[in-house]
């Protein structure tokens, strides 16, 4: 409760300050008419259904993600991955000022997001994060033949060029030599260690990290020195197109990786005599008379163009289910759903619940109440969502129509936390029963309703999806609008989110949990 009067404080002075121009309130101690913050005064009806999104643009993400995902509610959800490779620098020599230099390993190296706290020894021990599943899958890394452009050639190159998350197929029809695959691959926490045979050995925390072969990249890149192919990045991606990580369920199981690529490498190993010379002027050597040989490394990054594709094997019931939504009534049940999966529209005050031949914004408008607090609650079907561990903790809305954030998120006071926990007076978590099984979502829309009834916003569809990170909202495009008023873009944290859930919609058969529009307001005199 005091939760909910401290949001109060300091959202009515926002109100106020935005009714000031349109209506003549008195203040606040003999304005109140009625007051109460236990039950709303009043609900309104909502109508909302979900739709498919279709393929979204995913490249120029700021996480990607890998593998398989067998959601309960929708299905097996499939992630592959092509990058580019850059070179650190351009032009590089690897034997310059260096004797019989030797490629000695190449490493692939992915790493996770995770934790680290050292044990009583003062060894590293790690907890991972976003990894979505525990089964094995298969995973292959090819070379890929496949040009990524930076720029689109219909815009005379002067736009960058957009990639579709449904591209798979024209990727794979461009493959190139198979560089490595595991069979039963599955994420680790443990760091992996690779060994160059009595000159090193390397470590790498909790990842992708694979050894690449030597022969391929002696013949591709170690023996191409002075050559035009590495002169530069733009005549390497040319030569050189990138990598594509392919991922295969193994009996319709997997796990998903969510990866930041910024930090993902793929580096050469190579040792060389040293050039240190000892008192009587001779390279130093070690006990069996061999001169000493040094390790050296040059990295590849993955800088350049990035694209995510999503392959999905929606279970039949979901799909009959949304080909049959009738968007001028509802749906019983709502979905959301990641990566290029299910979005929910939400349309607010579109009909007239007091019968009374006024349109219910229009009656509000007249009345010009102070909103106090509006709420949309999103119960979860339980009925659907029966495994809590694939349960989403966060549901982000949106303006549509414009691809924005609404006015309750740029107030939310609790911007400043962490991802799992930013924006939750505005977007509120998951709550979860004493079982652990998610029982609602709360979304505040207290300034979206305030600024639609007294200052005569434009009431617009709003879009519920779910979201791995509410914090961040860069929007990316559809390939296919879902409005005709608009619903273009997704945003940038529902692309790489794996997970899903259902939710009680308008037409749900349990009144309870139907979703209503719930408002306590206060009213002029």
């Known amino acids: 409760m005091k939760q909910r009067f401290s949001y109060f404080g300091s959202f009515l002075v926002l109100v106020l300050a935005f009714a000031s121009c349109d209506e003549d309130f008195s203040t606040l101690d003999t304005a109140i008419i009625d007051q109460n913050f236990s039950t709303p005064d009043t609900v309104f009806s909502v109508r909302a259904y979900s739709k498919f999104t279709g393929p979204v643009q995913s490249n120029n993400q700021l996480s990607y993600k890998l593998g398989v995902y067998n959601d309960p509610i929708f299905g097996t959800h499939t992630a592959n991955y092509l990058s580019q490779l850059v070179l650190s620098n351009n032009n590089p020599a690897f034997s310059v000022d260096t004797l019989n230099p030797i490629l000695e390993k190449v490493v692939l190296s992915m790493p996770f997001y995770s934790t680290s706290e050292d044990d009583e ?183 350049g163009v990035k694209v995510n594709t999503f392959d999905h094997d929606w279970h039949p019931s979901v799909a009959a289910e949304l080909a049959v939504v009738d968007p001028s009534q509802g749906a019983e049940r709502l979905y959301v759903d990641g990566s290029d999966g299910i979005a929910t529209i939400v349309e607010l005050f579109q009909g007239d619940d007091n019968q009374n031949g006024i349109n219910d914004l229009d009656e509000l408008r007249n009345e010009g109440w102070l909103i106090n607090e509006a709420n949309l609650i999103f119960y979860v079907d339980q009925d659907q969502a029966t495994d809590p561990d694939k349960e989403p903790e966060r549901l982000l809305i949106f303006d549509t129509k414009n691809a924005a954030i609404l006015a309750d ?99 749900s058969s349990d009144l309870d949990k139907r979703l209503k529009l719930e408002l306590y307001y206060t009213k002029p005199e």
């Open 121 to 303: 020894d003062g060894n590293p021990v790690y907890t991972l994060d976003s990894i979505y599943g525990n089964q094995p899958m298969h995973l292959s890394v090819y070379e890929s033949n496949y040009f990524l452009r930076d720029f689109d050639p219909l815009t005379g190159f002067e736009s960058p060029q957009k990639y579709y998350s449904d591209q798979q197929a024209n990727f794979e029809s461009q493959l190139g030599t198979l560089l490595v695959e595991v069979p039963e691959y599955i994420a680790s926490a443990e760091a992996t260690e690779f060994i160059i045979e009595d000159l090193d050995t390397l470590s790498f925390v909790p990842g992708i990290n694979l050894e690449l072969p030597v022969a391929f990249f002696q013949e591709k890149i170690w023996d191409q020195q002075n050559q035009d192919v590495l002169l530069n990045n733009n005549n390497f991606k040319n030569y050189f197109r990138g990598l594509y990580f392919k991922t295969e369920a193994i009996d319709d199981q997997g796990h998903q990786i969510i990866f930041d690529p910024s930090n993902a490498r793929v580096t050469m190993y190579y040792s060389a005599e040293t050039t240190i010379l000892d008192d009587s002027g001779n390279q130093t050597s070690n006990e069996e008379g061999e001169i000493d040989r040094q390790v050296f490394s040059y990295e590849f990054t993955f800088a």
């Open 409 to 507: 998120y740029s107030i939310d006071l609790t911007s400043n936390l962490t991802p799992i926990d930013a924006i939750s007076q505005h977007l509120g978590r998951l709550e979860r029963g004493e079982d652990d099984a998610g029982e609602f979502y709360k979304i505040k829309l207290t300034a979206h309703v305030s600024n639609l009834i007294n200052r005569d916003s434009t009431n617009i569809s709003l879009g519920l999806v779910v979201s791995q990170n509410v914090s961040y909202v860069g929007f990316f495009d559809l390939e296919t609008p879902l409005l005709e008023e608009g619903f273009e873009q997704l945003p940038g944290g529902t692309v790489v989110s794996p997970q899903g859930t259902a939710l009680h919609g308008n037409l």
